[in-house]
């Protein structure tokens, strides 16, 4: 039997500090400290363990990656490994003379999270006041020093009907790319779920909106659109198939799937500080669980489609059915797909609860 083949990227998530406090945030509900996270030699490391092995592109993450004062020696360390590097910031840790910083590190890409196109709206869906004005200061930086951008605009039913003003935002701040991702509830959007979850009628709307505004802005900016699977009628490739494209890397040097892996019981995730980068993508039994077809149940194992969607989401079938080993109940053909549609319409229908806000257990500074 062969190996499987190289990872495709690294989530490198360098820390689980944040300013911001959204209720959507893909990080566990548990937090990584600081004084867990691995430290700067520790990341150069993994970075040339990972350019041997054949990643071509790493995603410097968080919580808020901006945090860590070795943001640029890690970001020209990359680049000096020929790695294609991007940075998923919220951007308002940045000033005008740190982008300028990354930028002649070697930085390729940004990547800024906003969260609704009204400030007041913005700030309280991150839960940072200021926030918005600092995120378009952000962005006008990094296109003046010739970085990249794609806005990251997360939708859920407390914004999803200023999807129009958000694309306009976008494009007025240059950006080249927006993905407008519905929220996917892992994590603290599972936590939050009955809070953020839209009705279809809002969803149908928000999908014309994105296909009108991507025909009239050809050419202008190019769209990400990802529906949120409680309305989907089959599952997405959650990263391209389990161990097959991607891999995450916490701050503590655990190596995850996925950034939600850890959710389910039973798997023991290795850390980069015990074993070598290689030897976990390819023997590790975490990734062996769910990775290729063997695994998968019917319908899933004689499904035409299982090595399109693999199977979809592990995470999506514990959080729904108790069990990650079971169909995706995204897919129609699961037997337990009503139960999950049933379960997003009757919470969209209600009056939203207030948002519980991804905290830090106790107070911890931000910044390094």
């Known amino acids: ?37 691995l430290d700067t030699a520790d990341w150069r490391r993994v970075l040339e363990e990972a350019a041997e092995i054949g990643v071509l592109q790493v995603h410097f993450s968080g919580g808020e990656p901006t945090a860590r004062t070795d943001l640029e020696d890690l970001v020209e360390h990359a680049a000096g490994l020929g790695l294609y590097t991007n940075l998923i910031t919220a951007g308002v840790l940045l000033d005008e003379a740190r982008v300028g910083r990354l930028a002649a590190a070697g930085l390729d890409h940004v990547q800024l999270s906003i969260q609704d196109s009204e400030p007041a709206e913005s700030d309280r869906i991150g839960g940072y006041a200021g926030g918005y004005q600092r995120k378009i200061e952000a962005a006008g930086w990094v296109r003046a020093a010739g970085l990249p951008l794609t806005v990251n605009a997360p939708m859920h039913r407390h914004n999803i009907a200023r999807l129009d003003a958000i694309i306009d935002l976008a494009v007025g701040l240059g950006a080249e790319r927006l993905e407008v991702a519905h929220v996917q509830y892992y994590g603290w959007g599972l936590k939050n779920r009955a809070a953020l979850i839209p009705t279809r009628a809002q969803l149908e709307r928000a999908t014309e909106v994105v296909e009108a505004a991507i025909e009239r802005l050809k050419g202008v900016l190019v769209f990400d659109y990802v529906v949120p699977d409680y309305y989907a009628h089959r599952p997405k490739a959650c990263m391209g198939g389990w161990g097959r494209q991607f891999l995450n890397i916490t701050p503590s040097g655990k190596v995850l799937p996925c950034h939600a892996a850890e959710t389910i019981p039973g798997l023991e995730f290795e850390r980069v500080t015990e074993r ?16 290729g077809t063997e695994w998968m149940p019917e319908p899933c194992a004689s499904c035409e489609r299982r090595e399109i969607d693999w199977g979809g989401c ?22 337990r797909h009503g139960e999950l549609v049933a379960l997003a319409e009757a919470e969209s229908e209600r009056e939203p609860p207030t948002f519980e806000y991804r905290r830090m257990t106790r107070k911890e500074p931000i910044e390094a």
């Open 1 to 37: 039997m062969t190996g499987p083949e190289p990872p495709l990227a690294v989530l490198a998530e360098l820390t689980h500090r944040c300013p911001f406090s959204c209720p959507y945030c893909s990080n566990p509900l548990e937090l990584e400290r600081r004084g867990q996270e």
């Open 276 to 291: 070598g980068l290689a030897e976990i993508w390819e023997n590790s039994a975490a990734f062996q669980r769910f990775r």
């Open 314 to 335: 592990r995470c999506q079938a514990l959080a729904i059915t108790g069990d990650a080993a079971q169909t995706d109940p995204a897919c129609s053909l699961s037997p």
